[in-house]
Structures are given as structure tokens and as C-alpha cells.
């Protein structure tokens, strides 16, 4: 997969040079290329922004140096990227939503600043690419960059051969749909606080659904809104009588 990132602050983006995603990038797995946008101004103080038609606080991103940024990563591909525009107006970036973005062969982030991109650009895009604008949540940050460095983890991790042993990501949060269970290690019994019998018990069917239980008891105690899919689908008997 091939990563292009825009921001007017390229350093935001060097922890993706670290742990998992950096040796992904060392193996050849992820290309990850980040561009600053002030590359593409053509005016000697290398300007982005300016004030908003219609007043308002604040400022607003100007069109030219975005379509010239773009069109650089993406000057005629033969399939249209997708783009990513991080932004409070965004769908729902979740897990299902990694997966999807995880198949694609490039991804384009345009990482927003001030009050926003000139709404030009994202029309002007949509001939370009396939535009996507994605929030991480509902809370407002300064800027795009926050959200493409948890997108791109996100997404990285899913492509094969960047996490080790790819059967972690079967049991964990939101990969069924529910939240994952507890986990424990060494020792057995810490500070009076000791670990579930059963884990201890080798009895693999026994831990399988206690793991189970507990996931849609914490589903139930933390996100109810996750389990509206799961109702239709019908608990284990044993399961709601759990919630
Ligand atoms: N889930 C999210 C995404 C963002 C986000 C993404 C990109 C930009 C570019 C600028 N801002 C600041 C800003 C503040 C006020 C209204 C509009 N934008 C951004 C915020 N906040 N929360």
C-alpha cells in the first residue's frame, strides 16, 4: 500500500516512523510519503491561508496550494485514490471502516488546519479521487494530523505481515463487533488480586466462553450502543442472562 500525507506540519507525522508502521515501511509493506504543503505555494512568505468569505473567526485554507499538492501525488491515476480528509464533519472512522481502507492500493490524507479547507477543493477532488471525509470522533481537534496518525495506524496494522501473529487481531476490540475481554499474565496472584480460575484451568471451552461472557458483559456495562446489531442476531441464553 502506498500513503500520501498532506499538512503544513510534516514533523506531526514522524511517529509513523516508529515501532510497528516504521519497520512496515523498512519491509516494503507500506510506502508512506509525506509532503508539506507549503511546497506548493508560489508567493515568498509561502501563504495557506486566508480570512473566510462571510466573516467569521478564524481562518481558512487556500484552494490553489491544496490542487497543486494533490494533483503532485496524484497527477492521472489510472484508478482514483481514495482521499481522506480528516474532519469534525466527517463519517465515523471505526473498525470496519479500517478494514475497508486497508484493502485499497493508495490512500491520500489531506491534513486540514485553521477553520478547514476552502469547500472548492473538495469539489474540485471528487474528479480526481474517490473523497472521503472521515472524523475520529465527535470532539474537535486543531487539525487533521491526530487523526491521520491513529487512521494510518489502524489501517497499517491490518495489512499482511505487519503484525506478527495475525490471529491477534481476531480477539480484540471491535473485530466481532464487541469489546475484548480482560487479559492477564504472571504471577497468578498479585496484591490479593488473583486471576480468574478458570483461565488457569486449561479447559479451552470452558475459557473460550467465559472469554465470551465477559466480552458481552463489558460490551453491555460500557458501549450498549454496540450491542443493537447483536439482538437480531440472538444472544446465547447464557450470554443475556450475563448482561
Ligand atoms: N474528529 C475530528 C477531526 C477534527 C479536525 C480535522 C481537521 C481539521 C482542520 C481544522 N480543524 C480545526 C477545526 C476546528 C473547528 C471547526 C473545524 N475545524 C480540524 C479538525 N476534529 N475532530
Not at 9 to 16: G, I, R, T, V
Not at 72 to 95: H, M, T, W, Y
Request: glycine residues 8%.
Amino acid at each position: 500500500m502506498r500513503i500520501d500525507v498532506v499538512s503544513i506540519f510534516p514533523e506531526y507525522l514522524a511517529p509513523l516512523e516508529l515501532s510497528l508502521i516504521g519497520k512496515a515501511r523498512q519491509d516494503g509493506i507500506l510506502e508512506l510519503n509525506v509532503h508539506d504543503l507549503r511546497t506548493f505555494t508560489s508567493d515568498k512568505h509561502r501563504t495557506v491561508d486566508d480570512t473566510p468569505y462571510g466573516g467569521g473567526a478564524g481562518m481558512v485554507m487556500k484552494p490553489e496550494p491544496w490542487a497543486r499538492a494533490l494533483e503532485s501525488v496524484a497527477p492521472d491515476a489510472q484508478k482514483k485514490p481514495v482521499l481522506i480528509v480528516p474532519s469534525p464533519a466527517g463519517e465515523r472512522f471505526n473498525q470496519a471502516l479500517a478494514y475497508e481502507l486497508a484493502e485499497e492500493e493508495r490512500l491520500v490524507f489531506a491534513c486540514g488546519r485553521y477553520e478547514g479547507i476552502d469547500e472548492r477543493v473538495i469539489d474540485w477532488a471528487h474528479e480526481h479521487f474517490t473523497v472521503r471525509p472521515v472524523s475520529l470522533g465527535d470532539y474537535v481537534l486543531n487539525g487533521g494530523e491526530v487523526a491521520v496518525l491513529a487512521m494510518v495506524e489502524a489501517i497499517g496494522r491490518l495489512l499482511p505481515g505487519v503484525v506478527g501473529n495475525p490471529e491477534s487481531l481476531v480477539e480484540e476490540s471491535h473485530s466481532d463487533g464487541l469489546l475484548e475481554y480482560p487479559v492477564y499474565t504472571k504471577p497468578s496472584s498479585w496484591r490479593e488480586h488473583d486471576v480468574p480460575d478458570v483461565l488457569l484451568s486449561g479447559n479451552h471451552g470452558k475459557i473460550a466462553q467465559w472469554r465470551k461472557h465477559q466480552q458481552f458483559r463489558r460490551t453491555a456495562e460500557r458501549r450498549p450502543d454496540l450491542l443493537a446489531g447483536f439482538d437480531a442476531s440472538g444472544l446465547s441464553r447464557a450470554d443475556r442472562t450475563a448482561l
